[in-house]
């Protein structure tokens, strides 16, 4: 089988791009290598005959024809996506153009490639979203496939919308896709404009760990290694026409999570005296602000046999390492624009 993934140089596209090839896969990586983009991503596997690299943005449907007709993808995993839901406050428009226009673009590329070839049964579209499309829970209850969708950011709209257009393309013309929301990701080659890579990399400086209001917003973490797997099981045998919640199970707030960060350096990069813990900021919340999410796995789990591997410690203790090992990485990319910045304070 031969993928073409979007956003490959991204985060989560990356970690999908290094699985895939692992497992034996043909891989064309289509990233318009935005300023959320590192093909260092992806070196590990840059030699490979399975890999080819496309730089052309989605939005332009010239660039996708052609790339579908060079490389003739048995399916399609699309990732590439505006995703930071502060610079969504900042400028929404960059959002709506790239998660809505260019997930239609990409949508009739496919679209086209598929009927060419004589809607090949054995083909799939995978849209890859995200558990913030629908909205904010209370202290119980968790997100289904069923949850109505309520988005509150302007990422999340957009993300809402692109997830609209997929299933409307399934239904009107028969493009054979599935769909995925995942809860939150960390790992790994995590841009560091994130909460988990701020706090390791603020810490380590010395710098403030910036906590939004109290801390008391609650995320389910996904090491975004078990997401890569979950997302290639889901390619290959989920239901036509049928989205899948992919979460960690590790329910966490906030501050619980930056807590948990400060032990893991307190262990491997110790201070001459005191805890990281003592750097804890706590600052203005960012407008909108989602107060839960807590995804229910069980249709992923039962139907797939899918279950996250790796406990939000562990995770977060590789992720230490990881950063730890690799500084020449981050700090390259501290210098790119907004990266340190507080960013999503004009609401």
């Known amino acids: 089988m031969k993928i073409l993934i979007t956003g490959g140089a991204g985060f989560i596209g990356s970690a999908v791009v290094r699985l895939a090839v692992a497992r034996g896969y043909g891989v064309v990586n289509l990233d318009a290598l935005t300023y959320a983009a590192c093909l260092d991503n992806v070196a590990g596997v840059a030699d490979s005959p399975l890999y080819a690299f496309e730089q052309a943005d989605i939005r332009d449907r010239a660039a996708l024809d052609r790339i579908f007709a060079t490389h003739q993808p048995d399916a399609v995993m699309h990732l590439a996506a505006e995703s ?23 949508l009739e590329a496919a679209r086209a490639y598929w009927v060419g070839r004589g809607r090949p049964e054995g083909f799939r579209f995978h849209h890859i979203s995200t558990d913030e499309v629908f909205g904010s829970l209370g202290a119980t209850g968790q997100f289904t496939e069923e949850t109505p969708y309520d988005p509150r950011s302007p990422y999340s709209a957009s993300k809402a919308a692109s997830d609209h257009l ?57 090491y975004v290694e078990d997401h890569a797997d979950a997302l290639l099981l889901v390619l290959q045998k989920g239901a036509l026409g049928r989205s899948y919640n992919i979460g960690g199970e590790n329910e966490r707030t906030n501050l619980e999570l930056v807590r948990t960060l400060c032990a893991i350096l307190d262990e491997k990069r110790p201070l001459a005296q005191g805890s990281y813990a003592d750097q804890i900021t706590f600052v203005t919340d960012r407008p909108g602000h989602d107060a839960r999410y807590a995804i229910d796995p069980s249709r992923i789990r039962d139907e797939l046999g899918w279950r996250p591997s790796v406990t939000v ?11 730890l090992a690799n500084e020449g990485w981050w700090r390259a990319l501290q ?6 910045q507080r960013l999503g304070v004009k609401a």
């Open 84 to 106: 930071h839901v502060d610079r969504s406050i900042d400028g929404p428009g960059d959002f709506i153009s790239t998660n809505v226009t260019g997930t239609y673009e990409l």
């Open 166 to 222: 997929v299933q409307a393309w399934h239904h009107t013309f028969g493009l054979p896709v599935v769909l995925t929301n995942c809860s939150n990701n960390y790992g790994p080659f995590h841009f560091p404009e994130k909460l988990v890579p701020v706090i390791i990399l603020n810490a380590l400086a010395g710098k403030p760990l910036p906590i939004y209001g109290n801390g008391s917003n609650v995320r389910d973490w996904l």
């Open 313 to 323: 410690e562990e995770g977060l203790a590789r992720t230490v390492e990881w950063y």
């Open 335 to 340: 210098e790119r624009q907004g990266v340190g």
